[in-house]
């Protein structure tokens, strides 16, 4: 409960100061919208040219537009914002401010930043993911539904991991934000459904970087591709990376040496 109060402040505290700035909600829409307009360009030259992409037809492909559009979102909000902070104080040193705090200390590094208007993301891949729902008929499924969000919150806390990881990281090294940077490119890849790239670059964007299971698996739970045994890896591997993020963050505490040392 002390955890959820300390998140809910910050998130309080995150949306008031977004609000002082709202010529940023213009800037993020317009950023949106020239985004999901290059991908649905994108989009219509591969189908001008064929009627399936990897046994994707174009309206579940839409659906993946969607949930990556979604996603994006949710990364740039809640996740990205805070590991970049994150980051930025362990290369400076000025870490002991929030390790001197009564609390987690994973937990209050985790929930210190929220980017309220980078949720026109999340709400523009909403649209989008309905379209697509409606253009393929779809019809309501508990079950559907339930593995969707089930499968968009474990991929959520898989890509935390997978920051927190690579963030840890600054504890010994001083350019990780590079190591930021690639990740962003690689996300990008999940624009479309890993089943088309080239099995090395599958497994990669699956087991190293999990942009499969952050967008992939969600769209294909709505889509009807997802099978009980990929939910169960996806549970499996969600717990795992969580714990490594965990033993990766304890043990760079122990390394690290701030402005107090």
């Known amino acids: 409960m002390h955890g959820l109060r300390l998140a809910f402040s910050h998130l309080r505290i995150g949306v008031m100061n977004e609000f002082q700035y709202r010529a940023n909600l213009y800037i993020q829409l317009l950023q949106t919208f020239i985004a999901l307009g290059t991908g649905l360009v994108g989009l ?9 992409l990897g046994g994707w037809n174009k309206a579940e492909l839409l659906a993946v537009m969607g949930v990556f559009t979604m996603t994006g979102g949710l990364i740039r909000a809640a996740i990205q914002p805070n590991m970049e902070r994150l980051m930025e104080e362990i290369r400076e040193g000025t870490l002991d401010y929030a390790l001197t705090k009564p609390a ?4 209050f590094v985790s929930v210190r930043e929220f980017r309220l208007w980078q949720n026109t993301d999340v709400v523009v891949g909403l649209i ?24 968009l919150f474990m991929g959520a806390v898989m890509v935390y991991s997978f ?20 990740f962003e490119g690689l996300y990008a890849a999940g624009r479309w459904p890993v089943d088309i790239y080239p099995n090395w670059l599958r497994y990669g964007l699956t087991f190293l970087v999990p942009v499969a299971f952050a967008v992939t698996v969600p769209a294909s739970a709505l889509t009807g ?37």
């Open 44 to 52: 219509n030259l591969v189908f001008s040219q064929t009627t399936d």
């Open 104 to 107: 987690d200390a994973q937990l």
């Open 128 to 151: 989008v993911l309905g379209v697509a729902l409606s253009q393929l008929g779809w019809l309501l499924d508990v079950w559907a539904v339930l593995g969707f969000l089930s499968a």
């Open 163 to 182: 920051w927190l990881i690579v963030t840890s990281t600054a504890f010994w090294f001083v350019r990780v934000n590079e190591i930021a940077n690639l």
């Open 225 to 261: 591709r997802l099978t009980l045994q990929t939910w169960l890896g996806a549970l499996a591997l969600t717990v795992f990376l969580f714990v490594v993020a965990r033993v990766v963050w304890s043990i760079g505490l122990k390394n690290y040496s701030g402005a107090s040392a």
